[in-house]
């Protein structure tokens, strides 16, 4: 059975802000493994010589290997793009899909760094108002009417950082929108491989107005990141991508897309997920467990939880108590797409301490804090 490495963290802090995947066990060996393997290449230096922007077939073919089982279907190579991440991926799909002073819609709370991505490709964002399901299709709608929006970037998969899964019927909801109103979808399932029983994806209800992305960073390692996008259509990957091609800023590297395609073709990137989600199982039923009388947002296997607090603690003065207690998390700011008033919630990543010991530890401090409530 797939166990997490077992390192202890000389960290003085249990950091639960981060959300990186738990290091499965069987991680080290076979990373030593593939190293070893790739050294002995007839090649491995002309594999080094280069890297190519949008990824050599290759890294695209592996890469429509492992959205496969997520699509339910095969897709075929030629609508994928490999990046060196979202990040790259999603600046990339803003200035040319929404373009300079254009209109971004997407959840109010959100991935970190949307907020940033979006000031630095000049695309206006504005957060629509979601429920335990995501985003709503009523308000959805409102919006496209009033402001006309370009694109919608959404995480419809555990949202980040909701949790929400959205059922399929919602987002066949947004996706009759979105048609109707013209509205391009991008949507990022950055999780979606760690949630097998997730609807399909938008992309395959939707393909021809969907900019679909996936990364690596959480179901195999932050370090060996690397992102696929899948288009519409090979010609529309084409028309998208390829004035980017000579800019090399969101290149794969060719060593780390060699480990990833290598251990997607043979099985080993399949294991790490596996392990990878049955950690994020058992740490997730600890936070269940722990906080079970709590306002706590989850689902089974969820990589993050979302801590909603009562009256009685502010997130900000929570956050603090907590970090005097050697326990970090994020309070909702870090979220926000727009500055519009937040829920009183904190987020916890569960995933990031190395030791699940840790996990246990810093979760017994926080459900002693929400029992004492705080003077203020
Ligand atoms: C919603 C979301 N998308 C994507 C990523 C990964 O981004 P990248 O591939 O740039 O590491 C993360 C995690 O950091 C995330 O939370």
Redesign the pocket.
Known sequence: MPETAAHTSAEPFIDFTR??PPMPAIFQARLSRSLAKLAGEENIDLLARTAISGGGMMDREAGARWLAPRFGSSITADRIAVTN?????VLLLLEALVGADGLLLAESL????IREVARRAHVRIKGLPIDDDGIIPETFEEACRNERPKALYC?PTDQ?PTTAIMPEGRRRAIVEIARRYGVTIIE?D??GRLHPEAPLPIATIAPEITWY?M????CIA?GL???YIVGPSPAATERVMGPARRLSFWAPTSLTAAIASRWINDGTADEICTAIREENAKREELASSFLSDTDLVSKPGAMHVWLRLGTEHDRHGFAATLKEQQVLVRPAELFAVDDVPLPNAVRLSLSSPLDRNDVERGLRIIAANLKQPQGF
Do not use: E, F, M, P
């Open positions: 959300s990186i991440g979202t990040q790259s991926a959100s991935w970190g760094v995480n980040n990022d950055a999780i992305v990364g690596l960073t959480k932050h990141r690397l992102a």
